[in-house]
């Protein structure tokens, strides 16, 4: 039998951290290492690729081609333990606070999966879901958290538990995340620069 069940979901960069940690691992990766430097041309051609299609796939692995599974696991660690520095203050508290009111708190994000659960681990959500990469490629989407996809992430996981989620409220900051912001009863609109929700 399935129960309603209270849920509040929260995005990841620019909602409860400042920057974008995609991009940010890919800076860090370049200060650091010659071969990202070697894909510039691709990745110009990327970034203007992203202005005509802002949801593609394609621009989004390509931008990205330079990593390797051994960049990964040579730079991920120090770059969360860096990158944790940037997290709003105010999102710990405020997680916790949604899991103290008894409502199913989910971290739903684009960032991929080698970066985002161990960002949030210390938050303690009832689920992460976040981008999955192909292990051999890092740069190449098994699935891609975005959009419309991070409701179909949710709903996968209702199903698995049995509940009829009551999405309560959502944060995010960005317009990208309208379907998840739009099945939410209270919309959380964060500034992305400041970390303070913005004003309706």
């Not at 920057?19 to 990327?46: Q, T």
């Not at 916790?96 to 681990?121: C, H, K, N, T």
């Not at 981008?131 to 890092?138: G, L, Q, V």
């Amino acid at each position: 039998m399935l129960t309603k069940t209270d849920v509040v979901l929260f995005d990841f960069d620019g909602t409860l951290s400042a920057f974008d940690s995609n991009v940010e691992f890919a800076k860090y990766c370049m200060r650091r290492s010659i071969r990202p430097w070697l894909f510039l041309p691709l990745i110009g051609v990327c970034a203007i690729c992203r202005k005509f299609n802002p949801g593609g796939i394609w621009w989004r692995e390509n931008m990205r081609r330079f990593m390797t599974p051994k960049m990964v696991k040579k730079y991920s660690a120090g770059f969360i333990k860096q990158h944790k520095l940037n997290r709003f203050g105010w999102a710990k508290e405020r997680v916790q606070s949604e899991r103290d009111a008894g409502r199913r708190v989910l971290m739903i994000s684009a960032s991929p999966d080698y970066l985002l659960p161990a960002l949030v681990r210390d938050m303690k959500f009832d689920a992460v879901f976040c981008s999955r990469m192909d292990k051999s490629r890092p740069w190449k989407y098994e699935f891609l958290c975005w959009g419309a996809n991070k409701v179909r992430i949710m709903d996968e996981w209702a199903k698995e538990n049995k509940i009829i989620p009551n999405v309560v409220r959502a944060y995010s900051d960005s317009a990208a995340d309208m379907p998840m912001m739009e099945i939410a009863a209270e919309q959380v609109w964060i500034d992305a620069k400041t970390g303070l929700r913005k004003q309706a």
